[in-house]
């Protein structure tokens, strides 16, 4: 685990989340600012930079709220 300048552990990462089904990205304001794209194959990928878990549990929280089925959550490389 990487830590920050204070030696606390960083617990910040990107994320990519691909549900079932679309999201209108007009919704990325209540979900962070995440960047939500829709794919080809009917799937949604919300994208983007998570603070912390406790962030990442509230935004798929957020999702269930929302009924919408996840097909996966990826932490990727900020590249």
């Known amino acids: 685990m990487n ?3 204070t030696g606390q552990p960083d617990e910040s990462g ?6 079932d089904g679309r999201l209108d990205p007009r919704w990325s304001t209540w979900f ?4 939500i794209t ?3 194959d009917g799937t949604t ?3 983007g ?6 962030a ?3 935004l798929l929280a957020r999702l269930r709220d ?3 089925p996840l097909v996966s959550v990826t932490q990727v490389d900020a590249e």
């Open 3 to 5: 830590t920050d300048t």
């Open 14 to 19: 990107w994320y990519e989340i691909r549900l």
């Open 32 to 35: 962070d600012g995440m960047n």
């Open 38 to 40: 829709p794919d080809t």
């Open 45 to 47: 990928v919300l994208s």
């Open 49 to 54: 930079r998570v603070a912390d878990q406790a």
């Open 56 to 58: 990442l549990h509230g």
């Open 66 to 68: 929302l009924s919408l």
